[in-house]
């Protein structure tokens, strides 16, 4: 057989029709060898004929040709020829089960681990670089607008670093002076986001790099106005949700409420009996009784104010040093309950000496009220006391 190297790269299909094709050439050319020696030799003879004539010659011993591979071809084609032809429509013709298995997100936490990790492959990769690459670090970090962050890979890490072993390095003091306010322009877009915990963290990078900038004192403000801010934010979302789940309780509660009534057979209405009104006999006119005459009233006794007892007087300690004697008249009410009201000196002698003392007496002495009719009432008395020193 003859095939050419370049057949192996046909596919299984082609390489089986070039091979087929060659074996059916063989096949002629050994035929002809054994019985069409004549057909050669008369070809042979006619290569001298016009040129016409050798063309047609030629198409004809080309149409022999390839009558007699078609043939070889259908004679020699392999059994499984139809199988292998019929494996890639069945296999078009299957359904595809296998799918690939959707990626599994990785969670926050795993996030988190990861950046730690990293970080601290930063940190020990810093360890083990010179001062000369430290600074070269810091400056292609500066270029690409790494002041801060991220964490381990930053210009400002790199400076301190390198400061840390070399404290008088100059060009890493430079730099971390030149940069400090456009770090802190960086830590004020971190507090613009929320993310408080990067923000910390690169507060505490410019603290390293120049601890008593007073930038700092205005950063920590701003970020603990922040914080403030996002935590009364959180707290009204949180209110307005709870607020929004009770309303919505409250109207699905409201709702089935109302379902409920509405399919609640209504009760059918009652039916009123008559009454029948029995005729009740008149009754008898009630005769009043006569009144009865309304009794006498007793005729009681009327007289006036009694004295129960009279209380002596206290003779005055300044007329009695004075070897003074006299009187005072005193008018007073008896009230219906028997007390004295109303006691005034209407005449005394001397004026004024024995006043208290006789008015203290009449308030001090027990009477019977006035009677009228059997009823107490009210009445005005007067009463003379005298003052003497000799009895």
Known sequence: MFLRPQDAAWGPDRRLTSMRAALCVERFVQDIRRGRITRISYVSSAMSAP????SALYLGVAAALLLEITACGNNNMPANNTAT???????ASAPATANPAPAVASTAAQAAAQAQAKAQAAQARMETMSVK???AAGNTAINQQRLVAPKGDNAFEYYEKALQKDPKNQAAQDALREQFPFGANAVEGAIGQNNFDEAQREIGLLAKADPSNYTLKILNSKLDAA???QARA????????ADLAAKQAADAK??????LAETKPTPPPAIEKPVVQQAQP?????QEAPKPAPAPQPVGETRGPQVISAAAPDYPIQAARNNQSGYAT?????NPDGSVSNAHVIASQPGRVFDSAAIQAVSRSKFKPALKDGQPVSSTLQRRIDFNLGG
């Open 254 to 259: 409201a709702a089935a409420a109302k379902a």
């Open 282 to 286: 008149t009754p008898a006119p009630v």
């Open 234 to 241: 959180d707290a009204l979302k949180a209110k307005q949700a």
């Open 133 to 135: 690459d430290l600074l």
């Open 330 to 334: 005193v008018e007073f009410t008896v």
């Open 85 to 91: 032809a019929s494996k890639p429509a069945a296999s």
């Open 51 to 54: 040129i016409h004539f050798r």
């Open 227 to 229: 914080k403030k801010a």
